[in-house]
């Protein structure tokens, strides 16, 4: 048995029948797809389900929310009950995955079972097969989903030697009511009342760093909590629906324009994301004066961490500029905006805001969740909204991967949304390109395509700023972009 996190919990304590807290990895690989190919990846997902334990646990909430629920073993698990096939329509291609992916997406994950699924998506063109990890994001962050979708695919890249038959799997028997609550009680004894002092400690100083930061530079959190930036059409109650769509561009390309304008891909990302949305809500009518803000999920993990399961991850918050016409101009306004808050990131602490949700009431949650949902808070006139987008950007392999299953060929990710905020681009590298996938809510993005258009206009506004920059006076100074 292992109890979440607090952070791990807030993605239950915040998922309702219209926020749906789940992630998904779409990988497509070039394989011949045959039926034996399908009875191997089965077997081959048998033996690993004893290197990943989380996939066959299910989870159990601690009778009146007296503490984070627990993991547990299922007793009930079945394999076959977690892996689906379906074809897509001809012909085939990035379109009907698209659709395909938005219906995978718009379910809700069965609590009563390990929340996890694997798709498999036959009749892509060019002898391609797509296959989507659905996994609820209590279990695993983008960070840890990584690892240990790593972990599972160098089982099936092992071409000389077939996985061991797994040896026979005897789970711990479910516990009862009051042995959750015992649990609950010695945890909170143990370990949350004894650390709960030092962690105000730790509290106190960020907050007088914080404060100390804003008298000098200006805090972008501050600011953001004594104004909230402007609402926008991704900025209401969310549906249960879902539109999604990817993009993809030469990472060579965007490594070169970030050397150029003297960023990094982080930048690029942003300025990519900022230029596409200030453009499709130009189309729409309703970009504001005020520049939109965004959320960067950040991952708190020490360098060289093997961590397969849970979260560790904080959000920089730093603004858009969608108010600013000139590209360049833009870019370097969020260059500016992001290295400031990066400033502040260090001297808050990247696990302080992390430690702060553990030690947050469970029903304060959950209380939270039913009162926004009830009264549709993000619906009403007055709403402004933390943040207008989330957009991340995670560096993946940089070499295409060849194992038993075929060449993975790409591979997209997709983070949830959270309600008020009914857009998230989430961007991966891999060989050689940089791979963005859009989810919107379909109320609030019901064109995704034309959205996802803007990135490819976004380049190459970005590549004549360039251009500019050279011509001039100081175009020769140019600094080491990192990622």
Same mark, same amino acid.
């Given at each position: 048995?292992? /109890?979440?996190?607090?952070?791990?919990a807030?993605?239950?304590?915040?998922?309702?029948?219209?926020? *749906?807290?789940?992630?998904l990895?779409?990988?497509?690989?070039?394989?011949?797809?045959?039926?034996?190919?399908?009875d191997a990846?089965?077997?081959?997902?048998?033996?690993?389900l004893?290197i990943?334990?989380?996939?066959?646990? =299910?989870?159990?909430?601690?009778?009146l929310?007296l503490?984070?629920?627990?993991?547990?073993?299922?007793?009930?698990?079945?394999?076959?009950?977690?892996?689906y096939?379906?074809? *897509?329509?001809?012909?085939?291609?990035?379109?009907?995955?698209?659709?395909?992916?938005?219906?995978?997406?718009?379910?809700?994950?069965?609590?009563?079972?390990?929340?996890?699924e *694997?798709?498999?998506?036959?009749?892509?063109?060019?002898?391609?097969?797509?296959?989507v990890?659905?996994?609820?994001?209590?279990?695993?962050?983008?960070?840890?989903?990584?690892?240990?979708?790593?972990?599972?695919f160098?089982?099936?890249?092992?071409?000389?030697?077939?996985p061991?038959?797994?040896?026979p799997?005897?789970?711990?028997?479910?516990?009862?009511?009051?042995?959750?609550?015992?649990?609950?009680m =010695?945890?909170?004894?143990?370990?949350?009342i004894?650390?709960?002092?030092?962690?105000?400690?730790?509290?106190w100083?960020?907050?007088?760093?914080?404060?100390?930061?804003?008298?000098?530079?200006?805090?972008?959190?501050?600011?953001? *909590?004594?104004?909230?930036?402007?609402?926008? /059409?991704?900025?209401?109650?969310?549906?249960?629906?879902?539109?999604?769509?990817?993009r993809?561009?030469?990472?060579?390309d965007?490594k070169?324009?970030?050397?150029?304008?003297?960023?990094?891909?982080?930048?690029?990302?942003?300025a990519?994301?900022?230029?596409?949305?200030?453009?499709?809500?130009?189309?729409?009518?309703?970009?504001?004066?005020?520049p939109?803000?965004?959320?960067?999920?950040?991952?708190?993990?020490e360098?060289?961490?093997?961590?397969?399961s849970?979260?560790?991850?904080?959000?920089?918050?730093?603004c858009?500029?969608?108010n600013?016409?000139?590209?360049?101009?833009?870019?370097?306004?969020i260059?500016?905006a992001?290295?400031?808050?990066?400033?502040?990131?260090?001297?808050?602490?990247?696990?302080?805001f992390?430690?702060?949700?553990?030690?947050?009431?469970?029903?304060?949650?959950?209380?939270?969740?039913?009162?926004?949902?009830r009264?549709?808070?993000?619906?009403?006139?007055?709403?402004?909204?933390?943040?207008?987008?989330?957009?991340?950007?995670?560096?993946?392999?940089?070499?295409?991967?060849t194992?038993?299953?075929?060449?993975?060929?790409?591979?997209?990710?997709?983070?949830?949304?959270?309600?008020?905020?009914?857009?998230?681009?989430?961007v991966w590298?891999?060989?050689?390109?940089?791979?963005?996938?859009?989810?919107?809510?379909?109320?609030?993005?019901?064109d995704?395509?034309?959205?996802?258009?803007?990135?490819?206009?976004?380049?190459?506004?970005?590549?004549?700023a360039?251009?500019?920059?050279?011509?001039?006076?100081?175009?020769?100074?140019?600094?080491?972009?990192?990622?």
């Amino acid at each position: 048995m292992h /109890r979440l996190s607090g952070q791990d919990a807030s993605f239950l304590y915040t998922e309702t029948p219209t926020v *749906l807290m789940h992630t998904l990895k779409v990988q497509i690989f070039e394989s011949n797809y045959q039926r034996e190919d399908f009875d191997a990846l089965m077997e081959r997902l048998r033996a690993a389900l004893e290197i990943v334990p989380m996939l066959r646990q =299910r989870v159990m909430f601690v009778p009146l929310n007296l503490h984070h629920p627990v993991l547990v073993d299922d007793p009930e698990f079945d394999l076959d009950s977690h892996v689906y096939r379906a074809a *897509l329509p001809e012909p085939g291609g990035m379109r009907e995955l698209h659709d395909m992916v938005s219906q995978i997406v718009c379910h809700r994950l069965d609590r009563s079972r390990p929340m996890w699924e *694997l798709w498999i998506l036959t009749g892509l063109e060019h002898d391609r097969v797509a296959v989507v990890h659905k996994i609820h994001h209590c279990l695993a962050d983008g960070a840890a989903t990584v690892r240990y979708l790593s972990r599972l695919f160098e089982q099936q890249a092992n071409i000389q030697s077939p996985p061991l038959p797994p040896a026979p799997w005897q789970p711990e028997p479910l516990p009862g009511s009051r042995r959750l609550l015992w649990d609950a009680m =010695r945890d909170h004894i143990d370990k949350d009342i004894r650390n709960f002092p030092a962690f105000l400690g730790i509290l106190w100083q960020a907050g007088k760093r914080l404060l100390a930061f804003h008298r000098d530079v200006g805090s972008p959190t501050v600011a953001r *909590l004594a104004n909230r930036p402007p609402r926008t /059409r991704f900025n209401h109650a969310l549906s249960s629906r879902r539109s999604f769509t990817t993009r993809q561009l030469p990472l060579k390309d965007v490594k070169d324009v970030a050397h150029t304008l003297g960023g990094s891909v982080n930048d690029m990302v942003l300025a990519l994301s900022a230029s596409a949305i200030r453009e499709y809500l130009l189309f729409h009518g309703d970009l504001p004066v005020e520049p939109l803000c965004t959320a960067i999920p950040v991952s708190a993990d020490e360098p060289g961490s093997k961590r397969e399961s849970g979260n560790l991850t904080t959000y920089l918050p730093t603004c858009l500029w969608t108010n600013i016409a000139d590209a360049g101009e833009r870019f370097r306004a969020i260059q500016s905006a992001t290295r400031l808050g990066k400033q502040e990131l260090d001297l808050l602490g990247k696990t302080t805001f992390i430690q702060l949700m553990h030690f947050l009431p469970p029903l304060f949650s959950l209380w939270k969740t039913n009162f926004k949902q009830r009264r549709r808070q993000p619906d009403k006139e007055n709403y402004k909204p933390m943040t207008n987008v989330i957009i991340s950007n995670v560096p993946g392999p940089a070499e295409k991967v060849t194992g038993n299953y075929g060449t993975l060929v790409d591979i997209y990710s997709m983070g949830p949304l959270v309600e008020g905020c009914g857009l998230n681009i989430t961007v991966w590298s891999y060989a050689g390109n940089l791979n963005f996938s859009l989810m919107g809510c379909k109320k609030a993005v019901p064109d995704i395509e034309r959205l996802a258009d803007g990135l490819s206009d976004a380049m190459v506004e970005l590549q004549k700023a360039c251009a500019e920059q050279q011509d001039s006076p100081a175009g020769s100074i140019r600094a080491e972009p990192t990622r």
